[in-house]
T-cell receptor, first 114, second 113 residues
Framework: NAGVTQTPKFQVLKTGQSMTLQCAQD?????MSWYRQDPGMGLRLIHY???????DQGEVPNGYNVSRSTTEDFPLRLLSAAPSQTSVYFC?????????????FGPGTRLTVL | GENVEQHPSTLSVQEGDSAVIKCTYS??????FPWYKQELGKRPQLIID?????GEKKDQRIAVTLNKTAKHFSLHITETQPEDSAVYFC????????????FGKGTHLIIQP
């Protein structure tokens, strides 16, 4: 049981480039989410999904897209990277379909945009 | 969205003493209040949570209290140990239908030997 996995661990992009951060879980959780963590800002919700085919915006969705074609996978796409998107990104999953239960976090992706 | 204020931002205590971290919120419909611990370079992990129908919950040296009237909840760690040094985040789930947790900005707890 791998839990929540994320790839890559580290990434450096140039302004304007696009990329996809991968997230997968093997716990059959319906709820998955993406957060970004910046120094002194806590974790802020980007997008979340309450099941395959369903996604919704969180607090800071601009510049990011998501899709949920399977229960296991929840990729996060940066459309045109900007320096303001330099951050650590965490994916999380939860048994409860509103996230009102233990959120299991992945190991994180550290992204730098130059 | 919902706002949650967390204090203090840094807390230094002597090993063996108690530590208290407090969070306040504004949405009276909030109904789920977890606390996460994050060690340096690691992922956040749930340490305790409480729901709005309960006033207090304990798990060994850790306790959480909830005051719904005053709209605040607190994390209490007793007999602190060096391994308690970490950043602690409170969070809540709004009861207003929006899904997903809102996190506080974190408290850096330092245990002095």
């Amino acid at each position: 049981n791998a839990g929540v996995t994320q790839t890559p661990k580290f990434q450096v992009l140039k302004t304007g480039q696009s990329m996809t951060l991968q997230c997968a879980q093997d716990m059959n959780h319906e709820y998955m989410s993406w957060y970004r963590q910046d120094p002194g800002m806590g974790l802020r919700l980007i997008h979340y999904s309450v099941g395959a085919g369903i996604t919704d915006q969180g607090e800071v969705p601009n510049g990011y897209n998501v899709s949920r074609s399977t229960t296991e996978d929840f990729p996060l796409r940066l459309l045109s990277a900007a320096p303001s998107q330099t951050s650590v990104y965490f994916c999380a999953s939860s048994y409860d379909d509103r996230g009102a239960d233990t959120q299991y976090f992945g190991p994180g992706t550290r992204l730098t945009v130059l | 969205g919902e706002n949650v204020e967390q204090h203090p931002s840094t807390l230094s205590v002597q090993e063996g003493d108690s530590a208290v971290i407090k969070c306040t919120y504004s949405d009276s419909a909030s109904n789920y209040f977890p606390w996460y611990k994050q060690e340096l370079g690691k992922r956040p992990q749930l340490i305790i949570d409480i729901r709005s129908n309960v006033g207090e919950k304990k798990d060994q040296r850790i306790a959480v209290t909830l005051n719904k009237t005053a709209k605040h909840f607190s994390l209490h760690i007793t007999e602190t140990q060096p391994e308690d040094s970490a950043v602690y985040f409170c969070a809540l789930l709004s009861g207003g239908g929006a899904d997903g947790l809102t996190f506080g900005k974190g408290t850096h707890l330092i245990i002095q030997p």
